[in-house]
């Protein structure tokens, strides 16, 4: 495990030095005020988001969403394994005057409650867009989500939809579906990945990534089991970005297949809450 471990984090450790140049990313905007949160956080969390809020942030990266919470009036902590990720992070909340109300913590989220000592202090755990396929065990991970939790916080993930990654990739044989991905989980998935989703045609180093599967029913079970309350569970007919070929993004950032397809769930959201 701390092999897979080791690959994953180098070829992040590449990606975090890669994207803030890309217009994926587009970090000018960010700088001149723009939030790179999605309608859909926005609406489903916003409420319980105000001044003050202490919101900590799994899997950041770089930390634009993180810092776009905190101009939201939240006092956020961002969490990322990659050090380069969370270097650029650390600048951009300088660079923006949001350092009094950000920090960054370099960690694996497995380590995090043995080198964060605020079990029980945030107000909102929340995660999103790619970050359940990097992690073996969803289990361990829901453990962490509830023990930052305080008493009645919420946990937020908007997430790429585990059925959306069985239609990446699927191919047919004499009419039945091979798929490449397992929806059901079954131990790690290494991949030979060249380009990035934010840069496709970069060339990378570190292109040995190890990736696993996590179905719904394995996410929410995990969740409950840890002991928060599951107050909704949504599924979209749209992407965060574009997933597959000939989609069309609208004017709120949502990535769409062709007008007439019967709309298969591209992204779930998913919101909990701690036991009073
Ligand atoms: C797809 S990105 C999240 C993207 C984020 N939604 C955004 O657009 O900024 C996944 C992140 O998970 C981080 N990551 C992967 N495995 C991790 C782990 N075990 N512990 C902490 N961070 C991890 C990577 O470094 C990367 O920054």
New binding site residues.
């Given amino acids: 495990m701390d092999d897979f471990?080791a690959d994953?984090?180098a070829h992040?450790e590449e990606?975090?030095a890669l994207h803030p140049g890309t217009d994926f990313y587009d970090v000018e905007s960010f700088l001149a005020g723009e939030s790179t949160l999605l309608p859909l956080e926005r609406e489903e969390l916003g409420d319980v988001v105000g001044e003050g809020t202490r919101i900590l942030h799994?899997?950041?990266?770089?930390g634009?969403?993180t810092l776009s919470w905190a101009r939201e009036g939240a006092v956020v902590t961002g969490?990322?394994?990659?050090g380069t990720?969370i270097g650029t992070a650390r600048d951009l909340a300088a660079a923006t005057g949001l350092d009094d109300r950000a920090r960054f913590v370099e960690?694996?989220?497995?380590d995090l409650p043995a080198t964060l000592d605020e079990a029980g202090a945030f107000d909102v755990v929340f995660t999103?867009?790619?970050?359940l396929n990097?992690?073996p065990d969803v289990e361990r991970w829901a453990e962490v989500v509830a023990g930052f939790l305080a008493p009645g916080g919420t946990f937020y993930v908007a997430e790429i939809h585990p059925f959306a990654h069985v239609l990446m990739d699927l191919e047919l044989e004499a009419g039945r579906p091979v798929p490449d991905w397992s929806y059901f989980g079954g131990g790690a998935r290494t991949y030979e990945e060249d380009g990035t989703y934010a840069a496709p045609a970069a060339t990378l180093d570190s292109t040995t990534t190890h990736e696993w599967a996590h179905g719904l029913g394995e996410i929410v079970t995990a969740l409950l089991d840890s002991g928060l309350d599951v107050e909704f569970l949504r599924e979209h007919p749209f992407a965060c970005f574009e997933q597959f070929p000939g989609m069309e993004v609208d004017d709120e950032g949502r990535w769409w297949l062709p007008e007439g397809t019967n709309h298969p769930p591209l992204t779930f959201s998913l919101l909990a809450r701690s036991p009073e």
């Avoid at 799994?58 to 770089?62: D, E, G, P």
Wanted: proline share 0%; net charge negative; hydrophobic share 50%.
């Fill in positions: 471990l994953n984090r992040w990606l975090a799994l899997q950041c990266h770089f634009l969403d969490v990322d394994f990659s990720a960690c694996d989220v497995y999103s867009y790619g970050v990097w992690l």
